[in-house]
């Protein structure tokens, strides 16, 4: 999966958090002051990026978290590592 079909998949789940698309989804917007996500959003969009991507994102792993190219960042690295699935 490259950039840009996270970018895409991202903006759906932002959209469904907060009831609106945002308008700009270039890596330096930030979450919190740019989209306006509060502390209750950001852990529940957590939670669906580790459903819908089958990852854990720790803690330590988020808190430098502030601008959407971070998050891409940090969710291409999980997804790129997960193995994808296992052959029979």
Not at 11 to 33: F, H, S
């Amino acid at each position: 999966m490259d950039r840009e079909q996270l970018r895409l998949q991202l903006a759906n789940l932002l959209e469904n958090e907060t009831g609106t698309r945002p308008a700009i989804m270039t890596d330096g917007v930030k979450l919190r002051e740019e989209i306006g996500l509060d502390s209750v959003d950001v852990v529940s969009l957590i939670m669906q990026i580790e459903a819908s991507y089958r990852i854990r994102l720790s803690r330590e792993e988020l808190e430098p978290v502030r601008t959407v190219g971070d998050l891409l960042s940090l969710i291409e690295g999980k997804v790129t590592a997960a193995p994808t699935s296992q052959a029979a």
